[in-house]
């Protein structure tokens, strides 16, 4: 096992529709690598939800899953700062 | 009270009520996504192979210019209702008034259906009024959103990314695209693809209205933003804009059929393209505001009271 | 003969080949969902519309008092069976009992298909007596659990929590819904809905077996807790349950059509209600046991062996 | 990345008809927020299963996620201690 | 030019124009799937129930060693000219030959839409093989492969489990698996389900095809091991064994609709049961190299400019 | 909370047509319980990918998540390692 580094795993929960923002952020912060996993349902302080496609992809959340350096991961996390809250 | 008996409406009305018996009924989303695009492309196409046989006529072209009309100023006239009588900031006024200034692809597939069911099929060309209606009002959101936002991420999407996002809509797309397929195959080239894109057409329309029942009445009770106010204006929003597309399209000179539709048109707001555009344009825009008033409250108005009395209405005053 | 070389028993066969062979063939789980919700709905609908038009008769009210004798006393003699010879613990004996109590809605689909190509269609309300039949078992079984159980969580779900999954459960309002929508349009609001309702019923229930065959090899391939004693009981119940069911059936005046229906009903083992019931009522019976008996034994039985051999013995004896 | 507390990530994997289940006994440790992600398949000490929604979601798995503080984890996972068996 | 028009290959340019323009326009996955499974269905069971009803001939036997000679000999020319002029490695190679030599399901029931709605229906032998023609190139493939490369996993499967995962492939056993079925319910037993099997093909073709658009343009985009040695290869191999088809079709005599089908089964690329064999057998391909020739490059060329030119082309070389 | 142990959790992103070799040899490294989680799509070295079923599975992506103990770990890494590039 000597081949392992240490690396950030970071899990953004997203809005589908702002998806695309959050790889552009993740660009902008030197990430080159990630997955995106699908969810079916939650719940939060501002209510529940649960996957329904027909509304264009709102109301829909997916998890934007990266693994990086700890340098990236902050410079992603700064980016991602602003938007946290309506991410 | 003939519309209300219609299957479409019948399986809007139970999936509504196993949503509020909190049945765990459920449609899978790829189906409900499956059959939202079928319904566009079957709407697309079927428009396009109206309009290659009427050709185009000085009725489209002014039913296209009512409809553009309509989707500019209703946004405008929104947003001051919704910032005065709705209490809301900037931001969420701009979001909920695209909406309204938008149309939604199944209030206008159910009136169609509703409406040649009683022999008053509108022409082919209101497709073409539908998807020029789908756009104009979210820029005209933003620009009301950012003028009057004193601060916020209002305009922060650069203006060109939002116009791609907007205009190349799946929706929007495959709609558009389908009605030029139907343009070009004609009556004739339709014929072998017509058992699924029109004989199918009703059946698959009431699964997707049981889907839309289950998802309006959880979303309405599940609504958390939703004063009374506001359901108040996402009931008078549909009745007024549906009242003056009836004004506007006797007044243009359109048949019963098509005027009906065109206030159908006005009356009904987006739950797909607008959704989608504000999420990604007005972040801090509350989705589940918008997507209430649209999908849980304008929405079945529309289905169970606008289309039967927008008909009356247009019936009444035709024949006088 | 002639039955099994139907299309809809052929798919079932080769998705069941397939499976066994290990291929990698699969239905995407949200089809085989939406498959599922279609026959429902379709069901439904076809035996609305056959109420509607023949009005409720005293066959009827004698078709769903059977179907209730039976859904009620087939899961007590059942339990008592599962205990002594199949060896089974109170819990799972309770959890089984209560599938044998209730009904497969496609096995009666299926069996409504064969016999209609034989112009022995049932009538339209034993629909009803099949929404009759889906519930009651869960409530007996639950209560020979619970009677029986020396501790465990039998009985730990409040029965109001239950009683509402239960009667509110997807499948059973989806059916009692289109049922009730069925007789409200009649047969003239169903035209229109027809091509998808009625014209492509058969072809999806291909599609459907085909999955089901797939899923019923696969589960009897992977079976663990399945003994010989409860693979035989998985024979014995559909064959004693269906012949009682023709019994009864001709006792009270049945046609032939809706004894075999009954036949059927009687003889099917749940595979929807009663297993998300159980899994939440009584968490600690085994779900690979409950649904490899009725899936991968009960279900192949029925169809293959189960339906013809049903309408062989009614009309033979009717004949008589 | 001052804004970050210590937090207990739980993950549960619930057969889908007890996901109800597993809700209400979050809300009752006080657990506002989760996410509910889907599954394929998997194997266990009990054998193999599959995603086949037919049979009413029974054979069925899917993840209940939710971050929580350290003392409402304790409270969560005391009141699933029961059912861990089943779920 | 009529081709063109036809509505299936309208919405095959659609999704590519979409994709092209970057439309979030999608297909949800088990959409595609299942339409993709029901399309195996349906053209298996017609194929069968063609054969049915015109029992094996001699020039169904000529067509399956025909269709066999291409499967094994594409594969091996394949190989030394894309070692040769397209620079690839012996794996690569190997990999990329074998999706040539096997068939793509897709093109074949394009073309059969097309040649059947310009009155020149192919037989129903020619679906038999397809089947024939899905696997053997595979072993051809992976056997050049392993026979040239210098190291690597070429061969690290056990060629049992290989030979297992390919014969037992999904869409080869469900293929298959229909063409039987149809063989043996013949006309009679078909026409019950032939709402959904035959009536409602080209239609559920459209949307498939609309799906095929926007992942072949996606792909084009985002291809990145393409090179444009490579490009130029995706479009001579379809169109020289599209060539070789027409010839050997008309040399042992089959009429001009099965010809056209012989060369369309020669032209196309595999891209379904290929690349899943590939993944598995040599994990060290470029998975991305031979999807977009396969599906990027090849399968619009033969939508697009094969299907008429072969057409084309045999019914010249017929007529003189 | 005393029924805790130390384990590792390995995920693995994984072509689905190469799941089940995967499986192989985390039985050959004597794992035995496993989950498989779906994916929607993904970027790395290699490029962009988005589920795409039609291609026999192929360009489709799943993560095989399993929870063993330090030494499983290391014997299931070690099974992996000729192929991790691959996979
Ligand atoms: N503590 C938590 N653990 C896991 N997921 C959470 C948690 N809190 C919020 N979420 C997810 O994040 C979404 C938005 O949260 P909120 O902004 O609090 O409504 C919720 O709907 C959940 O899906
Ligand atoms: N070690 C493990 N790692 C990940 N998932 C597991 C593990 N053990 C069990 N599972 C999952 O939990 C389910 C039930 O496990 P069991 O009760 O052992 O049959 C299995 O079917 C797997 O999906
Ligand atoms: N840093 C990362 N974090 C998360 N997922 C990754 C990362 N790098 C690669 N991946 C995933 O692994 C796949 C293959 O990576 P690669 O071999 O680098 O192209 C990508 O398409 C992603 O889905
Ligand atoms: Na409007
Ligand atoms: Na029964
Ligand atoms: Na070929």
Redesign the interface.
């Known amino acids: 096992?000597k081949?392992l580094t240490s690396r950030k795993r970071i899990e953004v929960?997203v809005?589908a529709?702002?998806l695309?923002?959050v790889?552009t952020m993740a660009e902008e912060a030197g990430i080159?690598?990630?997955?995106?996993?699908?969810?079916?349902?939650?719940?939060?302080?501002?209510?529940?939800w649960?996957?329904?496609?027909?509304?264009?992809?709102?109301?829909?959340?997916?998890?934007f899953l990266t693994i990086v350096s700890e340098e990236r991961a902050?410079a992603f996390?700064d980016q991602l700062e602003p938007?946290l809250?309506?991410? | 009270m003939d519309t209300l008996l219609s299957p479409v409406i019948l399986f809007f009305v139970l999936g509504a009520l196993a949503a509020f018996a909190r049945s765990d009924l459920a449609i899978p989303?790829?189906i409900?996504?499956g059959i939202?695009l079928y319904l566009m492309a079957a709407i697309g196409l079927k428009g396009g192979i109206l309009v290659a046989e009427s050709g185009f006529t000085t009725d489209l072209l002014l039913a296209a210019l009512a409809g553009l009309v309509l989707s500019f100023t209703i946004p405008v006239v929104a947003f001051f209702i919704l910032r005065g009588f709705g209490r809301l900031d900037p931001i969420n006024a701009g979001a909920v008034a695209a909406h309204y200034g938008s149309v939604s692809v199944v209030t206008f597939v159910t009136g169609q259906e509703v409406l040649t069911s009683s022999g008053l099929a509108p022409a082919g060309y209101m497709v073409a009024v539908l998807a020029l209606m789908e756009t104009p009002a979210i820029i005209v959101g933003l620009y009301m959103a950012s003028r009057y936002a004193t601060n916020g991420?209002a305009g922060t999407t650069s203006s060109r990314e939002l116009l791609h996002e907007t205009l190349l809509?799946g929706?929007v797309v495959l709609l558009t695209g389908s009605f030029i397929i139907g343009i070009m195959i004609g009556k004739e080239g339709f014929a072998t693809i017509a058992p699924v894109f029109e004989t199918g057409f009703r059946g698959m329309l009431c699964f997707f209205l049981l889907?839309?029942g289950l998802?309006a009445a959880?979303r309405l009770r599940?609504a958390?933003s939703l004063t009374m106010r506001l359901v108040f204006l996402g009931l008078v929003f549909p009745l007024v804009n549906g009242i003056i597309g009836v004004l506007l399209g006797l007044m243009i000179g359109l048949d019963v059929g098509s005027t009906v539709a065109l206030a159908i048109l006005a009356a009904s707001a987006s739950?797909?393209?607008?959704?989608?555009?504000?999420?990604?344009a007005l972040?801090?825009a509350d989705?589940?505001l918008y997507?209430s008033m649209s999908?849980a409250v304008t929405f079945p108005f529309n289905i169970i009271i606008g289309i039967p009395l927008f008909t009356q209405i247009t019936v009444w005053m035709a024949g006088s």
Chains 1, 4, 6 share one sequence.
Not at chain 1, 33 to 38: K, L, S
Not at chain 1, 50 to 63: L, N, Q, T, Y
């Open positions: 096992m081949r929960l809005d529709p702002l695309k923002r790889k080159i690598g990630y997955t995106v996993i699908p969810t079916l349902e939650g719940k939060g302080a501002q209510g529940e649960r996957d329904e496609r027909v509304s264009g992809g709102v109301g829909s959340k997916v998890i902050t996390l938007i809250d309506c991410v | 989303e790829a409900s996504k939202s991420s809509n929706s889907d839309m998802i959880r599940e958390r739950y797909i393209a607008v959704p989608a555009a504000m999420r990604l972040p801090e989705s589940g997507l999908l």
